[in-house]
Antibody, heavy 122, light 111 residues
Framework: QVQLVESGGGVVQPGRSLRLSCAASGFTFSSYAMHWVRQAPGKGLDWVAVISYDGTYKYYADSVKGRFTISRDNSKNTLYLQMNRQRGEDSAVYYC???????????????WGQGTLVTVSS | QSVLTQSPSVSGAPGQTITISCTGSSSNIGAGYDVHWYQQLPGTAPKLLIY???NRPSGVPDRFSGSKSDTSASLAITGLQAEDEADYYCQSYDSSLSGSVFGGGTKLTVL
């Protein structure tokens, strides 16, 4: 069965960096676009970034553009999110989610991980 | 401030029907992009509930249905059950942002 398991969350000081990982199993990882979506405590869902099946195309929310980098290693079935220059408003549960297509075309996310919590605080 | 607008809350008694609306603009729903709906039970990850405006993934009861018109979309739940109590989010694509957008979410309370 499809499984997405995030890791790498924790407490980080403002201005510092953190890298999240999402280990995929149960499907052909290299055939799907992948997303990161975050949810601040008590708040709604906030789309962060998407990467195409082969890593060619990457798009970001304006709030993280220039600070976050999405990447993937298809040989390791793993998705990453490198988060630099972190701010308090980046504190959230970060979910990885699978797109139904190879490249994101207004398509839905059919599988989600359980999320990993990132807290930005001094 | 979410790009897609949802009412913060809705409630209904068991067996009743409720609808949740999602209002967008000419750069997302109004541009013809599909709308998808997610259900998030307390303490869990979101789950795809409706895709491409009005389609249900396998395993989703037919009590859930979706529709779309102009710059808005709606999720209807008939025969409300206690287990439907959750947060519901709409999602679409925005051409001006070149990315996905979510509604602010609607909390459903089953009385």
């Amino acid at each position: 069965q499809v499984q997405l398991v995030e890791s790498g969350g924790g407490v980080v000081q403002p201005g510092r960096s953190l890298r999240l990982s999402c280990a995929a199993s149960g499907f052909t990882f290299s055939s799907y676009a992948m997303h990161w979506v975050r949810q601040a405590p008590g708040k709604g869902l906030d789309w962060v970034a998407v990467i195409s099946y082969d890593g060619t195309y990457k798009y970001y929310a304006d709030s993280v553009k220039g600070r976050f980098t999405i990447s993937r290693d298809n040989s390791k079935n793993t998705l990453y999110l490198q988060m630099n220059r972190q701010r308090g408003e980046d504190s959230a549960v970060y979910y990885c989610a699978r797109d139904v297509l190879r490249t994101h075309q207004a398509s839905p996310f059919d599988y989600w991980g359980q999320g990993t919590l990132v807290t930005v605080s001094s | 401030q979410s790009v897609l607008t949802q009412s913060p809350s809705v409630s209904g008694a068991p067996g009743q029907t409720i609808t949740i609306s999602c209002t967008g603009s000419s750069s997302n729903i109004g541009a013809g992009y599909d709308v998808h709906w997610y259900q998030q039970l307390p303490g869990t990850a979101p789950k795809l509930l409706i895709y491409d405006n009005n389609n249900r993934p396998s395993g989703v009861p037919d009590r859930f249905s979706g529709s779309k018109s102009d710059t808005s979309a709606s999720l209807a739940i008939t025969g409300l059950q206690a287990e439907d109590e959750a947060d519901y989010y709409c999602q679409s694509y925005d051409s001006s942002l070149s990315g996905s957008v979510f509604g602010g979410g609607t909390k459903l309370t089953v009385l």
